[in-house]
């Protein structure tokens, strides 16, 4: 059975989350909600993709956070013409000793920064499918174990913007998390213009790879009442009979939307999850997964827009319990 969690857990794993909001925030200036977000998929093991037009600091946000955790980075920069090879690694020959021998990709990282990852065909971005769900990675039928913990942080376009390609539905699936970055506010944008106007700030280190850990141990202790699990199944079987929705979300979503409340929670300083919790995250988790009739797809709010219908439609009901 595992061990619930005690408050003295949550409070100090608060303090930890709240030391590096307030390092990320140092170096990245703009909405709390979007960290926020990063956190709750960290907490939660979950991959995150951001989107937004070029310029509105995705790629300062993703490498921010990631110094901040204090854990191994690798950054891929995505191209046309990268393959597979060059994100998973292999055998190259040694003429010395005339032997094959591994060279790992960056993937072999605790924090991955895939920059720009829709400017990649799909045959290239298939080479994350396995490391993002499994934590693996096969090169020449060896399988190897990637180190924990594993995130991807990935940023993209827009589609429609020259140049790129719709990431594949599996691999969108496997992102637990999607935020959409707009344009900064106006007291935001003249902030990052004094901070960054001489000597860019730089971010720092303030956990480690075991504080990583413990966090996330902590995450998947979070106490859900089988209550909350009727309400998130619920909420994603409402997407799979939508009008406007071709194909809804899966059982995938489902997990993702519970392993997202569960971090929220932590974030929130509670031992256990609420309804509010999983309403929160509703959207970031569901929308992206969504593949709409072919009438809707222009529509560039369809996917939240039918996200809030199901929070508005979907009641939460607590099961009355014998005394």
Do not use: C, W
């Amino acid at each position: 059975m595992t061990q619930a969690v005690a408050v003295d857990e949550i409070t100090a794993a608060k303090e930890r989350l709240d030391a590096l909001r307030r390092e990320v925030l140092r170096v990245y200036i703009g909405s709390t909600r979007t960290l926020d977000v990063l956190l709750t998929a960290l907490l939660a093991q979950g991959h995150v993709l951001l989107e937004g037009v070029p310029g509105v600091a995705k790629t300062t946000l993703v490498k921010a956070f990631a110094a901040g955790l204090g854990a191994t980075v690798r950054r891929i920069q995505f191209t046309p013409d990268l393959l597979p090879a060059d994100i998973t690694g292999t055998y190259v020959l040694s003429p010395k000793e005339g032997t094959f021998a591994l060279r790992p990709g960056p993937i072999f990282a605790n924090v991955v920064l895939a920059d720009e990852i829709n400017r990649a065909p799909a045959k290239t971005q298939s080479a994350l499918l396995e490391a993002m769900q499994e934590r693996q990675v096969t090169i020449e039928g060896d399988r190897f174990e990637l180190p924990a913990p594993f995130i991807v942080l990935a940023t993209q376009n827009p589609i429609d913007l020259e140049g790129t390609y719709p990431l594949p539905e599996a691999q969108i699936d496997r992102f637990l998390i999607r935020v959409s970055l707009g344009y900064p506010l106006h007291k935001d944008e003249v902030a990052m213009l004094r901070a960054h106007n001489v000597d860019p700030p730089k971010g720092r280190a303030v956990l480690n790879v075991q504080e990583l850990l413990s966090l996330q141990n902590i995450a998947r202790r979070i106490h859900v009442e089988d209550d909350i699990y009727e309400y998130a199944v619920a909420l994603t079987a409402f997407t799979r009979t939508h009008p406007r929705v071709l194909l809804g979300a899966s059982p995938r979503a489902s997990l993702a939307l519970i392993q997202a409340a569960k971090a929220a929670a932590v974030l929130g300083g509670r031992p256990f999850v609420t309804p509010d919790d999983v309403r929160g995250m509703t959207g970031a988790v569901l929308a992206h997964r969504l593949v709409l009739v072919p009438e809707a797809e222009g529509d560039p709010r369809a996917r939240d827009a039918i996200v809030e219908d199901a929070v508005q439609r979907v009641g939460y009901r607590r099961a009355v319990r014998p005394a």
